[in-house]
């Protein structure tokens, strides 16, 4: 079964640019969250996904950033207009309904410049 | 403000010894708590997790230790191996129906010395 995967693995863009992130889930998994780790920091929560409804979007920085998962399949985080601080890694993770393991992707490390 | 506390950035112990991560947290909500292992350029990787109801959970050479009381809890890895070389990242869920938003600590790194 394949597992959580992300893409691009990394992405360098200037400020100022947008950048869109792309998670899918393991098949069958309801639950799909956001991560972002920026360096030197704990792991912190962005948002989280029941199917195509957004659960919890409490961790999202500010209004730069847009979560969408059309179809409760794979989903994407834009990030438009980029500054400086949303450099970090931007993990995503699933799991089953009611499930606490959470699988997670291998990231994808965004450098903004 | 850490909810979730690691306190010690590394930690390095000989092959086949006892390795013992802690982690504190202060929400006395939170009521499910999970150990992840990180190695570089991968996601988390999940280990092993303990409900607040119990205080010990056992899985082959991992156990965790929960204590309520004190808000603490370890994971202990016997005996220790190279491979178990990585980041260990404790986390816990805040008690909140099917939201299961994970709290992470900064993470403890592991050397396992040959």
């Known amino acids: 079964e394949a597992g959580v995967t992300q893409f691009p693995s990394h992405s360098v863009i200037e400020k100022g640019q947008t950048v869109t992130l792309r998670c899918d889930p393991i098949?069958?998994?309801?639950?799909l969250y956001w991560y972002r780790r920026v360096m030197g920091k704990e792991i912190k929560f962005l948002l989280h996904f029941v199917k195509e409804s957004k659960q919890d979007e409490s961790g999202m920085p500010n209004n730069r950033f847009l979560a969408e998962r059309t179809g409760g399949t794979y989903s994407t985080l834009k990030v438009q207009p980029a500054e400086l601080e949303d450099s970090g890694v931007y993990f995503c993770a699933s799991s089953l309904r009611g499930n606490n393991e959470q699988f997670f992707g291998p990231g994808t490390r965004l450098t903004v410049l | 403000d850490q909810q979730v506390k690691q306190n010690s950035p590394s930690l390095s112990v000989q092959e086949g010894r006892i390795s013992i991560l802690n982690c504190d947290y202060t929400n006395s909500m939170f009521d499910y708590f999970l150990w992840y292992k990180k190695y570089p350029a991968e996601g988390p990787t999940f280990l092993i997790s303990?409900?607040?109801i119990k205080d010990k959970n056992e899985d082959g050479r991992f156990t965790v230790f929960l204590n309520k009381s004190a808000k603490h809890l370890s994971l202990h890895i016997v005996p220790s191996q190279p491979g178990d070389s990585a980041v260990y990242f404790c986390a816990a869920n805040p008690f909140a129906g099917n939201n299961r938003k994970l709290i992470w600590g900064l993470g403890t790194s592991l050397a396992v010395n040959p």
């Open positions: 098949s069958g998994h309801d639950n």
């Open positions: 303990i409900s607040s």
